[in-house]
């Protein structure tokens, strides 16, 4: 009922607008406030200390582990996972598990467990609890890395919990499409709550878990993962964040769970967090100084990173705000050929031109974007749904490195065909599933740098 109100009320144009730059969409959302779900919408799972809050993502460098985390409420035990293909005995991995208090609340006992040495692209079935509180999921490994592997990723970022958080995660379910989720930061916005009440940390991985105990996330940190409150002396950045969200980073040689990198299939994909110190001689510079030299194209053609403060944003909100982190790395970016960046944090959705402003030495008076064919397309999908609202302002006139913009909330789906082409196509919640607000073929810049047709491809 709920969503035919929405439906109803939305303003439909079959306009759009050029500026001397790209196209803003006049698709007008009304922008009504974000409601977040209840509490009482997410109850654990019934049954005395069931596992709940499952998650899962990659948990090595190649994809033939996975790192299964799950809270049980009461007790620590039972603190295993049982795992087994089909047809196949089964195995048994013990979890590391931690609790944490912030302020007055007390987290239940959350695990990770690590599961190793799997098969490529096989189906396996991992069971939690015991008795009659047993849960089983199951999940797809993915084939093994390799320069014209196909494979496809959900992108959404700044995801929160309202009910427009519910139709993105509706959506990115229902969309046969993606195997695994790209998430760029700003998980559950509990912070919005006083003392940041980490009930909603709860209740937010309870929401997720239809889509994240069955496809791994590759999770990034935003600003609403700091968890900074002096006032009640909660002076640990990434808290809550980190003891319920693992990564594989020492697989990548980082010292930091914030940045680390994977391989899956065809892509090798960089995660950067804009939270930490970047500045030379800092260990996330030293890192990716170092990793753009271990990135090997005629294994993984696609270099992709994630970040959660955008370096291209024309939205009035965050502006220029990933400009300082933009200033230290975008040089690399294009010398390294990175083929698409994707951020959040705007609340709205944005795609650039293949720009880059790397000119500019003090002197030169070379400060304006230019085009580039090395340079990364650079995607906002800060339009999970969350609490805050829409990002509705964007600045004017249309700068010339956007190529498309819209304040609506929805998702991306990057689908990699191999070597050179990858079908990239941004779909807002509004539209059934099958329609595309935003498409384009990507060219990879290592191996096809020709010139992509970035114009607005579909338009409502
Ligand atoms: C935490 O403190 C707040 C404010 O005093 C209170 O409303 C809440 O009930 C407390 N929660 C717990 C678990 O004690
Ligand atoms: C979330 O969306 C699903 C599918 O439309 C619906 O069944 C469910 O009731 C929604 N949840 C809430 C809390 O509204
Ligand atoms: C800055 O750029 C200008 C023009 O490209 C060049 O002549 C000048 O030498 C550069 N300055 C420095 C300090 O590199
Ligand atoms: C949009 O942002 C600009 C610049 O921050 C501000 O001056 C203007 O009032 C904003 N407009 C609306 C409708 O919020
Ligand atoms: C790569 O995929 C694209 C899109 O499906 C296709 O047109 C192209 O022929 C493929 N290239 C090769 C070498 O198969
Ligand atoms: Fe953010």
Redesign the pocket.
């Known amino acids: 009922m709920w969503s035919i109100m929405v439906l109803l009320s939305l303003v439909l144009s079959i306009n759009v607008d050029v500026s001397n730059g790209g196209v803003t969409s006049v698709y007008v959302r009304n922008p009504e406030p974000s409601i977040d779900m209840p509490l009482e919408a997410f109850p654990s799972p019934p049954g005395f200390n069931a596992p709940e809050q499952v998650h899962i993502t990659q948990g090595d460098q190649v994809g033939r582990s996975v790192i299964i985390s799950w809270v049980t409420p009461i007790k620590p035990n039972p603190n295993f996972v049982r795992y087994w293909e089909k047809g196949h005995h089964k195995h048994m991995a013990r979890a590391i598990t931690t609790t944490y208090r912030y302020y007055n609340y007390s987290s239940g006992f959350i695990h990770h467990a690590t599961i190793r040495r799997l098969k490529y692209d096989t189906l396996y079935y991992y069971a939690l609890g015991h008795g009659s509180v047993t849960r089983r999921f199951s999940f797809k490994t993915p084939p093994p890395v390799g320069p014209d592997v196909p494979y496809t990723f959900g992108v959404i970022g700044d995801l929160g919990q309202t009910y427009d958080s519910n139709q993105t995660i509706e959506h990115t379910v229902s969309n046969p499409k993606g195997q695994a989720v790209l998430f760029v930061g700003d998980l559950s916005y509990a912070d919005h709550y006083p003392f940041h009440d980490s009930r909603r940390w709860d209740t937010w991985a309870r929401f997720v878990e239809k889509s994240t105990a069955y496809q791994p996330w590759i999770w990034t940190a935003g600003n609403h993962e700091l968890d900074l409150a002096p006032e009640i002396e909660e002076n640990v950045p990434f808290k809550p964040f980190m003891q319920r969200y693992h990564v594989p980073y020492m697989a990548s040689q980082s010292t930091s769970p914030l940045w680390y990198s994977i391989k899956r299939a065809s892509a090798h994909i960089i995660v950067l967090s804009s939270y930490s110190a970047y500045g030379k001689y800092t260990p996330q510079y030293r890192w990716l100084e170092g990793e753009l030299q271990r990135v090997d194209r005629s294994e993984t053609p696609w270099l992709i990173v994630l970040l959660h403060s955008p370096w291209y944003n024309s939205n009035?909100?965050h502006?220029m705000e990933g400009e300082s982190m933009r200033v230290m790395f975008e040089s690399w970016f294009v010398q390294s050929k990175v083929d698409v960046v994707f951020s959040g944090h705007v609340h709205s959705y944005e795609r650039s031109e293949r720009v880059s402003n790397v000119q500019y030495n003090i002197t030169n008076g070379l400060s304006v974007p230019a085009k580039d064919p090395s340079a990364p397309i650079y995607i906002t999908v800060g339009d999970g749904g969350n609490i805050e609202g829409l990002a509705?302002?964007?600045?004017e006139p249309q700068p010339r490195y956007s190529a498309f913009r819209e304040a609506s909330f929805g998702h991306a789906i990057l689908d990699i065909r191999n070597r050179t082409h990858a079908h990239y196509t941004w779909h807002r919640n509004q539209d059934s599933e099958p329609v595309a607000a935003d498409s384009l073929w990507l060219y990879n810049r290592y191996y096809y740098p020709e010139e992509e047709n970035t114009g607005a491809s579909t338009m409502v």
């Open positions: 009035n909100y502006y509705n302002n964007f600045t």
